[in-house]
């Protein structure tokens, strides 16, 4: 049977994963000593700055445990846990220490571009190619077709010019054309002669009875 030592409870604090403490050196070096409780695993990782640039793990566990240290300039410690609704306690006896929140700001490394299979590259550079040409092809018919239809429309405007006023047919003073002109002017002429036969009819008749 495990026995766990807890002692006062009033001299237990709890510790969010967004909170860090601050032990803070006074003279050449100092070791600290502090008892940690969480109900699930955590890390606890140490740095003498505050963004955790050159942070170093310490202790990984979980349940009751105790990290002891010798440190010669200020100490940043965070706990860090899978599950973020980890509890976390610590007691510090010294009680000379600082509790700040951390800063919102995360550091996120970038993750190295993934090498693709050589075959896969050549092929998608073979469909790329392919691609480019039939975009080409589309785009020199395209220019063809509008070429041509460029010169159908110039060879209908020299076919069919605009007519001007001066190329527009004019009309004699009577507003009859040429050909309506001489055929009503050899119709007059017919008129008189048939007029003239009728006349003629009629005395040959009498001369004869």
């Known amino acids: 049977m495990k026995r766990y030592q807890i002692q006062a409870l009033d001299g237990w604090n709890k510790l969010k994963l967004n909170e860090t403490l601050e032990f803070v ?122 070429a041509q239809n460029e010169e159908v429309i110039e060879d209908n405007g020299t076919t069919f010019p605009d007519l001007k006023a001066g190329n527009k047919p004019a009309l004699p003073p009577s507003g009859v054309s040429e050909d309506n002109a001489e055929e009503t002017e050899a119709v007059s002429e017919a008129e008189p002669k048939e007029a003239t036969a009728s006349e003629d009819a009629p005395t040959s008749d009498t001369s004869a009875k």
């Open 25 to 146: 050196v006074k003279g050449n070096s100092r070791t600290i000593r502090v008892e940690f409780n969480t109900s699930d695993k955590v890390a606890l990782y140490g740095s003498n700055t505050k963004d955790f640039k050159d942070e170093k793990l310490l202790v990984s566990d979980e349940g009751l445990f105790t990290l002891i240290t010798s440190i010669s300039s200020t100490l940043y410690v965070r706990a860090v846990a899978k599950d973020k609704s980890a509890s976390i306690t610590y007691k510090n006896r010294a009680s000379d220490h600082i509790v700040e929140k951390m800063s919102d700001v995360k550091f996120t490394g970038l993750e190295m571009r993934r090498t693709r299979n050589p075959e896969m590259e050549r092929l998608m550079h073979m469909v790329k190619t392919a691609q480019s040409e039939r975009e080409q092809i589309l785009l020199a018919e395209i220019a063809k077709v509008k």
